[in-house]
């Protein structure tokens, strides 16, 4: 069963869908999951439709919503900051908490790309959140942007236009837009896996906050909860080294997947090995017990 439900964070009205899988007795509680989707996306996008299939299938409570500035939820539209995302990440928890066949103890967050980045981050700053699965994200903004940009005339380009951007903010007070391929670059041949209402252009201030922010500082602090990072072993959007970065700054349990033969949507040419490596790890570590 799906629900389209809303709540607050920080003042502003996300929207996010609630899968409740059937045959549910009317006072169980099962582990839930909140999935987010990646840079500039939303809830409909490939990766968090399919993964909320998936972890329904399985038994689990799952919640896939817009990030402010995102879909349909509030917020300025394309004004995309890292630890905004962060906030709307703990408030998903609060609202969770509340839905009655939710176990509060049992909460956990899958993120793909963009929220592959921030789900470790709120997972290593809010102890609620009981389990954490990165997919296809990131740990270093400087050094993902650097591979991003690979040739020197590339990131000297991508550099300027971030420092254009502050000029522009500063002589105008209004945010300067870029184009969301000259922030992440996207191989032509994937980019129909994108959402069809997928934002296009950014404010420099995004890419700035994503320049910014470091998951591998702080990932170490979700042990002793357990944490799963899944990366493609070629990733042509989000660089597989930032997968490594967050496992060595990452402490025990926490298990890394390199696969094969998939790109970064994961779950949109995945012959089955994900599927099966995610439900391996969710029976060992937040198992659904029904009753």
Same mark, same amino acid.
């Given at each position: ?10 003042? #502003? ?37 399919? *993964?909320?299939? #998936? ?30 995302? &962060? ?45 954490? &699965? ?11 942007? %650097?591979?991003? @940009? =690979? ?15 502050? %000029? ?6 209004? =945010? ?7 922030? /992440?670059?996207? +191989? ?6 994108? /959402?069809?209402?997928? #934002? ?14 470091? *998951?591998?500082? /702080? ?6 909860? $357990?944490?799963? #990072?899944?990366?493609? *072993?070629?990733?042509?959007?989000? $660089? ?12 025990? +349990?926490?298990?890394?997947?390199? /696969?094969?033969? &998939?790109? @970064? ?7 089955? &090995? ?12 937040? $198992?659904?017990?029904?009753?």
């Amino acid at each position: 069963m799906q629900e389209r439900v809303t709540f607050k964070s920080d003042g #502003i009205d996300l929207v996010g869908i609630l899968h409740t899988p059937r045959g549910m007795k009317p006072r169980e509680k099962r582990p839930c999951f909140m999935v987010l989707h990646g840079f500039g996306t939303n809830k409909d996008g490939t990766t968090p439709r399919q *993964a909320a299939e #998936i972890l329904e299938k399985m038994g689990y409570v799952v919640l896939r919503f817009d990030v402010r500035g995102c879909g349909e939820s509030g917020g300025d539209p394309a004004f995309i900051l890292c630890m905004d995302q &962060v906030r709307d990440i703990q408030a998903a928890v609060t609202y969770l908490e509340g839905v009655k066949h939710v176990d509060s103890k049992r909460i956990g967050v899958l993120g793909h790309s963009f929220g592959g980045a921030t789900a470790p981050y709120a997972t290593a700053l809010d102890k609620r959140i009981a389990a954490c &699965v990165s997919v296809a994200g990131w740990g270093d903004g400087v050094a993902k942007f %650097r591979e991003q @940009h =690979p040739s020197p005339a590339q990131w000297k380009r991508f550099l300027g236009k971030l420092e254009q951007g502050r %000029r522009y903010r500063q002589k105008t007070g209004k =945010p300067m837009m870029i184009p969301r391929f000259d922030i /992440v670059p996207i +191989p032509k041949h994937m980019r129909h896996l994108l /959402v069809g209402n997928s #934002i296009m252009e950014f404010p420099a201030e995004t890419a700035m906050s994503m320049m910014e922010f470091r *998951a591998n500082d /702080v990932v170490g602090l979700i042990a002793p909860r $357990p944490y799963l #990072i899944l990366h493609p *072993a070629d990733d042509t959007v989000t $660089p597989t080294s930032q997968a490594l970065g967050l496992f060595a700054n990452a402490k025990q +349990p926490c298990d890394m997947h390199l /696969v094969s033969g &998939v790109d @970064h949507f994961m779950f949109a040419d995945d012959d089955g &090995v994900v599927r099966k490596i995610l439900e391996a790890w969710l029976a060992k570590h937040i $198992p659904v017990k029904r009753k």
